[in-house]
């Protein structure tokens, strides 16, 4: 048997209360309905002698009530949804990031302090959690039942979820967008530990962060040689670029946020800042999302004052 | 109605025209063509049917009880192309609208009889596409066919396989069209909108979505070849496209598909019940508007499968509020149906009991619609067994549902044979039992959290899925049933006569099977259709 399915985040509570509002509310119509149609057919069954006169074969008034009648509820349950819909979409200012790459047919998980897991996340209990994710290949989702979530995972965009767990122990991860041959195994845990406990964990695998990560590959692969300050090649120049306005040779204007950089590393001809050849190399194929997403920690990290973050 | 004396008996359309196999294959008569049809999806839905049936097998084990991970992709993926576009998008459209509509307008034939032959090819060029890609090792990406894996990771037949789909496509759209036409065109002397049977009406809003949403479906599928084959950068990221866009087509056309379905189903399902309960439908005119609404609206609320694809939130609630809204005109469809039980004399032949089924089954797939239409229940529902088991109980416990009560209502038109009534009615309730206990485990499942699209699963998923199999294996009985007794009764099933159920509407005023050229005499019509007496 199955346990019923645990509440495990902040959000599902909620959540399951307007499943189970629409549960009783879809059982009393159904029950009605086929109550209506048994009591019918048993009375109205060919050879009974129950009264068969003045039947209707219409009537306005019964027509409106139920059109508007369940109009009203529809929008009720429209109503209660949305309010849950858009504390789902909303992450809190104060949620931690985490950085997913999903890929056929695993999630790699990279924590701002550079531990990195594969088809394993640990997350601290009662605090918001902001997963910023990306797909190296094709489309995943990332699903955790216990908390209601499921967030599809694009290549070539980040798309965010966010939670906060309010149950420690181990949740089941899923894909839940057919990706192949092995989308049924790939799967993993989400480990919620007590905050102290996750600090202690972090420590314990701690290594470089992802932005030092992300310098040291800026001047591994040679970005410094055309974006550092000694360059004489003409190339614009990235520290403390994130989160302003960029001119475009087009006449349009961007906000240098996670997307725009990403594409830039890997799509350099579909956007080419005003005033500069277009001779950057594209690196696809060259560094995989989780080196993108280390250089853009990187650049991030150059910004003076905490930059107001796009998606 | 007022009926049509048939005058001098003419041959019927089985035995005139042309002898042979090259009767049957060049004939331009709709009802030919309908059996034509209903031939075709016999076949495919058997076909169907297997994989569907390789499916549950598998799922009886958590690691996978009969195939690989590569073989079981396949199989759902070939299950659900063949169910979808060989099986139920024409089934009720191609094979009962074919044969009935001309009949139930008082015509002598479809618009275009010869555009009509030609859809049939259509259907069953595309049909050799399709198998061809199953021969040649099948198609492993869905029958959503979701980009970039379709273009550019599967290694499996996917341009084959959207060639076939891509051109039975247009066999849909022609038939739609033809339909329109005869619509507007062909109605006999008297018969207006408003006394037009709620069958004709199904028909023709179908039509409609056909004509209008098909074309998209293809012009997606186009782009699917041109990127595999010449790397066009529409959908891949890598290229410069966008993932998603192909979602927005695929489901512009792919959600009132669902209505394509549904709708000719509401249709037949009308028809039925007031033969069973010998009574005038309950609010004919709402019945009517009710349908045109859904096929309209039905337009605009594609982006309700893309909740968490990752479109914004504002087009999350406005997606939402629309499938809330186009759930009202289905809610109004049961309401009146279950008012036309009121009061009236009602038989429980097999078609009745299909129809009773249907608007049972298509209501508790309508209500756990809703639940997916709210989007903070869709998050952790969408992609689940709960979306399997909602859309099943639409097609499935509706359409086919819907399908098979119709066949069964006219098939003495159809051969002129009775079918026996005793297996029909026990087949029928078996079909009810066996397919609640395929599918209802499905919805614990998903809300349980199994996603969809999985050959292994965890094992606390196994008894579920093992209550589901089991179910299958009666619903699969209950289809092969059907298949036996009525041909049986081809050959030994009794004279139907012309009008069996003592049922209104112009096609039982001809002879069973009907006249090559259906009326001796056009018909006028005097008054709106369901005119029962008990």
Redesign the interface.
């Given at each position: 048997m199955i346990s019923p399915l645990p509440q495990a985040s902040s959000l599902a509570p909620g959540i399951d209360a307007l499943f189970n509002a629409m549960l009783a509310l879809s059982a009393a119509v159904a029950l009605a309905v086929f109550a209506a149609m048994l009591v019918f057919c048993v009375r109205y069954r060919r050879g009974s002698a129950a009264d068969r006169s003045l039947s209707p074969s219409r009537s306005l008034g019964i027509e409106l009530t139920w059109t508007l009648v369940p109009l009203a509820l529809f929008m009720g349950l429209f109503g209660w949804s949305i309010g849950l819909w858009q504390r789902l979409q909303t992450p809190p200012a104060d949620a931690t990031v985490i950085y997913v790459v999903a890929k056929q047919w695993m999630w790699k998980t990279q924590h701002p302090n550079g531990q990195r897991e594969i088809d394993a996340l640990h997350v601290p209990l009662g605090q918001p959690v902001r997963l910023v994710m990306t797909s190296e290949d094709v489309i995943h989702s990332f699903y955790v039942p216990a908390f209601r979530v499921k967030q599809d995972v694009l290549p070539g965009r980040y798309t965010q979820l966010w939670f906060t767990a309010t149950r420690p122990g181990r949740f089941p991860l899923f894909c839940a967008e057919f990706c192949g041959t092995d989308h049924a195994v790939m799967r993993g845990d989400i480990v919620v530990m007590p905050s102290a406990q996750y600090a202690q964990w972090l420590q314990q695998h701690a290594s470089q962060t992802l932005a030092t990560r992300g310098g040291e590959l800026f001047r591994q692969l040679g970005c410094s040689g055309c974006h550092g300050s000694q360059s004489t090649v003409h190339a614009p120049d990235l520290m403390g670029l994130y989160g302003h306005t960029v001119a475009l040779s087009d006449g349009s204007r961007v906000i240098a946020d996670d997307r725009y950089l990403h594409d830039s590393i890997m799509l350099p001809s579909l956007q080419i800042v005003a005033g500069y050849a277009p001779i950057m190399p594209s690196y696809q194929g060259r560094i995989g999302e989780e080196d993108v997403l280390a250089l853009l920690a990187y650049i991030k990290s150059t910004t003076p004052e905490p930059a107001h973050e796009q998606h | 109605m007022s009926s049509t004396d048939p005058g001098i008996a003419a041959p019927s359309y089985l035995t005139a025209g042309e002898p042979g196999l090259a009767g049957w294959l060049l004939t331009h008569d709709h009802k030919r063509i309908g059996i034509l049809y209903a031939v075709g999806i016999t076949f495919f839905f058997l076909l169907g049917g297997i994989a569907a049936a390789m499916i549950r097998i598998n799922l009886i084990e958590p690691q996978g009880a009969l195939m690989s991970?590569?073989t079981y992709?396949k199989a759902f993926t070939f299950h659900g192309v063949v169910m979808v576009w060989f099986f139920l998008i024409p089934s009720i459209p191609a094979t009962l609208g074919n044969f009935l509509l001309p009949l139930m307008i008082g015509a002598r034939d479809v618009a275009f009889p010869r555009l009509n032959l030609f859809s049939w090819y259509l259907y069953v060029g595309g049909g050799l596409f399709t198998i061809g890609a199953l021969l040649l090792g099948g198609v492993?990406?869905?029958w959503?066919f979701?980009t970039?894996?379709s273009t550019?990771?599967?290694n499996s037949h996917v341009v084959l396989a959207v060639v076939g789909v891509f051109v039975v496509g247009f066999s849909s759209i022609l038939t739609g069209l033809n339909f329109i036409v005869t619509v507007h065109t062909m109605r006999a002397t008297g018969m207006h909108w408003f006394r037009l049977p709620l069958f004709v009406w199904a028909m023709y809003a179908t039509s409609l979505v056909m004509v209008l949403a098909t074309p998209v479906l293809a012009m997606t599928l186009s782009l699917i070849a041109l990127e595999r084959l010449l790397g066009v950068g529409i959908f891949d990221?890598?290229l410069?496209g966008?993932?998603?866009l192909f979602q927005h087509f695929f489901w512009f056309y792919s959600h009132p598909a669902v209505y394509i379905m549904v709708l000719p189903a509401m249709g037949v399902v009308s028809e039925l019940i007031t033969c069973g309960?010998r009574?005038?439908?309950?609010?004919?005119?709402?019945m009517a508007w009710s349908m045109l609404a859904i096929a309209v609206i039905g337009f605009m609320v594609w982006g309700h499968h893309m909740f968490?694809?990752?479109q914004s939130?504002y087009a999350?609630?406005v997606f939402?509020?629309l499938s809330?809204?186009v759930?009202?005109p289905s809610?109004?469809k049961?309401?009146?149906w279950?008012?036309t039980?009121?009061?009236?004399?009602?038989?429980?032949h097999a078609p009745m009991l299909y129809a009773?089924g249907f608007?049972?089954l298509f209501?508790?797939g309508g209500?756990?619609g809703?639940?997916l239409?709210?989007?903070?229940?869709d998050?952790?529902l969408?992609?689940?067994y709960f979306v399997v088991a909602h859309f099943h109980y639409i097609m499935v416990g509706g359409a086919v549902m819907a399908y098979l009560g119709g066949i069964h209502f006219w098939w003495p038109k159809i051969t002129g044979r009775l079918y026996p009534e005793g297996p029909a009615r026990f087949a029928a309730i078996l079909m009810f039992f066996g397919f609640n206990l395929t599918f209802f485990p499905q919805y614990l499942l998903g809300?349980?959290?199994m996603?969809?699209?999985?050959?292994?699963?965890?094992e606390?998923?196994q008894?579920?899925n093992v209550l589901s199999s089991a179910g299958a294996s009666i619903l699969a009985l209950a289809y092969v049933m059907p298949l036996c007794y009525l041909g049986w009764s081809l050959v030994r099933g009794r004279a139907a006569g012309p009008n069996p159920w003592r049922a209104t509407g112009l096609e039982w005023t001809v002879p069973s099977p009907p006249p090559k050229e259906n009326f001796a005499l056009p018909p006028v019509v005097s008054e709106g259709p369901y005119r029962y007496r008990?």
């Open positions: - | 991970a590569e992709n492993d990406t869905g959503t979701y970039p894996f550019l990771f599967s990221p890598a410069g966008d993932p998603l309960v009574r005038q439908i309950f609010g004919y005119r709402f968490v694809a990752g939130m999350g609630i939402s509020i809330f809204v759930a009202v809610a109004i049961v309401f009146n279950v008012a039980l009121y009061k009236g004399t009602i038989d429980f009773l608007i049972g209501m508790l209500l756990t809703l639940f239409a709210a989007t903070a229940l998050v952790n969408t992609d689940t809300y349980f959290g996603p969809r699209r999985y050959h292994a699963y965890p606390p998923f008894w579920l008990p």
